[in-house]
């Protein structure tokens, strides 16, 4: 299919210009907007309660950490004091403006956020949901002022306990304050890399707008985020025009918000006049939208001001028009962290200046010149805030620590897609299945076996969207995804920019959101680009929330090694994902195993490394067209033996087998092929058996040998059967050196089936 997009020459002198993007236009005082019914008493109330609440739990963290808290003297809290004193309004007034279902992500200082979503989530809910939630605690509660209560305190109480280790906390004390989360109120986590969960929260955006709710998606991020990559990367899948003109089947914008927390410093660094050329960070988003997100700027240290610029926000990306910027201006009280001398970097009359503006003092101020209440009923807050939150820390400290045995619990996402719900099996085609090569014999390629799995998986399950650089007419830099647009059309295939980092993060938040994406990475070498969300992103998401999350998610990347590419096309990196807990690693080296392990991937619950070697994409054997899947964990025995075990995984495999085939005719050895198919999990047993039998073991990849995944192979059969070996085991793998495009220097270079045969007939004493 061509794109009906023609790029054809156009240098007619023009003027470009942008879109202009309002600053502080708010002006409407407390009183005015009860006046005019936009906001009532009781919200306005609220409001403040929440702040309040923010602000309390902060300082209690403050002085807990310097052993400094009444209610918990003596308790010793080791967690991380990166506080948000200062931005309550910015917190409490974006999230009055959201929905119960509406989702956040937030950032290491997102505590505040994390309380202002689920202090509204408590006054959202039905009665039976608040009783839901509190289980025993339900029976306490006589009329819904008292349900609303308890569901605060425990609130307090799930979140205090998280940042205190515990496993009563929201995320059983594996994410701790910085990687907070409650997916039960869209609250889809607080991230400790800066930027980090920007694509979160476009994957968010793209599911909501797949799924066709008017759900929005904010993401909370402070200043210092918007010159990271992912930052950047994020705001420009979120903007992409195909989502809004001709090509989309349905117009409509990604819904997601970007909420600028500018909190006047990085660290230590400032954005304006230091780390930044601009005055206002709104000013990006004319670099990635005509409309330039709609931006604005907004007070953030009033309340009511954010809630009228988020209400605003969320109502554009309903209605499609988004992505959606808002810049709020607040100050952090405190510096970095309590280790941060902040008095090295700013003046007095700076804090003061902030501080004479401090939500906390101005908010109860405006409440009494409302007539909305007095002075009495603001202290009598303070106090019954002061005693819920010395309750639930008291609680919270009093209850157990997670168990030592389960350490690695929710590592991994337990379950497997067998059954599709009903509503995602309908699922509309534009044309017939895509084109699938089989010969008398029943043999296909490679990497039609690829598209079939694809193909089959869709077709079963509307939730399976696929997306990456140049996937959809194209079909990729292989042809792999080559028809499958024509059949599904591009609410469902779809091109990205060259955003690694972004393809991978949004996938993230898409996958926390129901969906259930398939990803192009085109090279291995590329997934350095988008480190940051594979490891820290995709792998953890599922441990640090406690099992709240599943990342379904599969990562297609291929390796190259042999085209003459040079060093930054040509690597095989599957041991760097080997090595990063949360993530299963898929290599297939047949047609017959790439379809099954594919289908198994895009069903399991789990973040999949799926690595395609492209001098296999070719290959041709049997596969068959009914329905079959490969169960991880399970190794393929390609050939059977008795005298030597060699280990190998994609490529490999058949370099292995071409020196078992020689081993035997030039010696009469045979020797025992094993490819694990799936490195994690390892079916380690099927190798032990293999060793036990033999005696001897030879492991090969495409991976430089140091570091490589081969060495795991050989730790583990060395402690388990090292009594059954009768010669050092043998790695196989390419030099350490980076892989060069001459060919003599790459044949140097990599392992191939000669070498491999080396090693087996050095390990059998055989003469050449």
Known sequence: MVLELPALPDFEPKTLDFAPIPAFAYNKTLKQE?????????????????????????????????????????????????????????????????????????????????????????????????????GDRAGEAKNREQLEELALEEHLFKTIAELFGKDAGYCRGRGGGMHIADFSVGHLGANAIVGGSLGIAVGAGFSARYRGTDQVALCFAGDGAYANGICLEAMNLASMEQFTNQLASKPYGVPTIFLIINNQYGMTGQQRGETSSIDYLARRAAGFCQHSMHAEVVNGMDPLAVRDAIARAAQTAREGHGPVMREVITYRFHGHSLSDPRNEYRTRDEEEAWRAIDPLITFPKALIEAGVCSQEDIDKMQANAEERHARAAVRAAETPEPHPDDVARFLFSDG???????????????????????????????????????????????????????????????????????????????????????????????????MRPVVELMYSDFEFQAGDQIYNQAAKWSY???????????????????????????????????????????????????????????????????????????DKAAVPEEEYLIPFGEADIKRKGKDVTIVAWGFMVRQALDAAGQLAEKHGLEAEVIDPRT??????????RSVKKTGRLIVTSQ??????????????????????????????????????????????????AAKVLAAAEELCNVKK
């Open 34 to 134: 009860i006046k005019e019914k936009t906001l009532t008493p009781e919200d306005a109330v609220r409001i403040y309660q929440q702040m309040l609440c923010i602000r309390i739990f902060e300082e209690m963290i403050r002085t807990v950490r310097m052993n400094a808290y009444e209610p918990l003297k003596g308790f010793e809290y080791r967690g991380p004091t990166h506080l948000s004193v200062g931005q309550e309004a910015a917190a409490v007034g974006a999230c009055a403006a959201l929905r119960l279902v509406d989702y956040i992500t937030s950032t290491h200082r997102g505590h505040g956020e994390s309380i202002a979503k689920g202090c509204m989530a408590a006054y959202q809910r039905t009665d039976d949901e608040l009783r839901a939630v509190l």
């Open 416 to 514: 497997f897609e067998n059954d599709v719900p009903e509503e995602n099996t309908k699922v509309e085609h534009l044309d017939d299945k895509p084109e699938i090569k089989r010969d008398a014999q029943g043999n296909i390629t490679f990497k039609d076996a690829i598209k079939e799995a694809l193909y089959e998986e869709m077709n079963r399950d509307n939730r399976v969207i696929i997306y990456g650089e140049d996937v959809a007419d194209y079909g990729g830099a292989f042809k792999v995804t080559k028809g499958l647009l024509e059949t599904f059309g591009r609410d469902r295939i779809f091109n990205t920019s060259i955003s690694e980092a972004g393809i991978i993060g949004t996938v993230v938040g898409a996958a926390m959101t129901n």
């Open 544 to 618: 640090m929330s406690g099992g709240q999350t599943s990342v379904p998610i599969v990562i297609r990347t291929s390796t190259g090694a042999g085209k003459g590419y040079g060093g930054q096309h040509s690597q095989s990196v599957e041991s760097h994902s080997t090595h990063t807990p949360g993530l299963k690693v898929v290599v297939p080296s047949t047609p017959y195993d790439a379809k099954g392990l594919l289908k198994t991937a895009i069903r399991d619950h789990n973040p999949v490394m799926f690595v395609e070697s492209q001098a296999l994409y070719n």
């Open 679 to 688: 490195l994690i999990p390892l079916d380690i047993d099927t190798i032990l």
């Open 703 to 752: 991976s430089c040998t140091t570091g490589s995944y081969t060495g795991e192979i050989c730790s583990q059969v060395q402690r388990r059967a090292f009594d059954y070996l009768d010669a050092p085991i043998v790695r196989v793998g390419a030099v350490d050196a980076v892989s060069p495009q001459s060919y003599v220097l790459e044949t140097a270079y990599l392992p191939n």
